[in-house]
């Protein structure tokens, strides 16, 4: 085991998952899984749809690795795979609830534009300044479900770690 080698490892796995997210949250993400966004309960189906795919990516990454690198027993790539479900479900559910992150909104290009227009006809006003505070909120928000993504791949990351370089 030499420093290099731990580094090549985790270099492999980041650049992984990084291409993992990638892929999950928006080629392969379809229309029906963007009904994590519904009312009601109509949002477990499409949300747990979405968080398998997530799931099976880290289960591919995690299992393909342990093989290349010889770990052994494999039982633990379930167990990474669940914790990328979990963690995945729960910061999606938050993120799109709209009693939660999700009552926030983003502004298009175009409606920030009319936005600025109108205020500088008319001054800021309380509604200005609430569409101002969503959007904020809503990148905010946004930045936040991204952080807790790389986070749960980075305690993945170093769980196989552990399991290579005891």
Known sequence: ????????????????????????????QTAYQLGKFKPGWAWVLPLTTHCSIHA?????????????????DCGW??????????????????????????RFNALSKNEFMDLYAYEQDHGEDETTRKLKKNNVFFWISMGFDQAVHHLTHYAIIYYILL????
């Open 1 to 28: 085991m030499t420093v290099e080698s731990i580094l090549c490892d985790v270099f492999v796995l980041l650049v992984a998952y990084q291409v993992k997210h990638f892929l999950c949250d928006y080629p392969l």
């Open 56 to 72: 099976l990516g880290t289960f591919v990454i995690a299992f393909g690795f342990a093989l290349y690198r010889d770990i052994g």
């Open 77 to 102: 790539v379930l167990h990474v795979m669940l914790f990328d479900f979990v963690l995945h479900f729960c910061m999606d559910r938050v993120k799109a609830s709209p009693n939660l992150l999700g």
């Open 163 to 166: 399991r290579l370089y005891p």
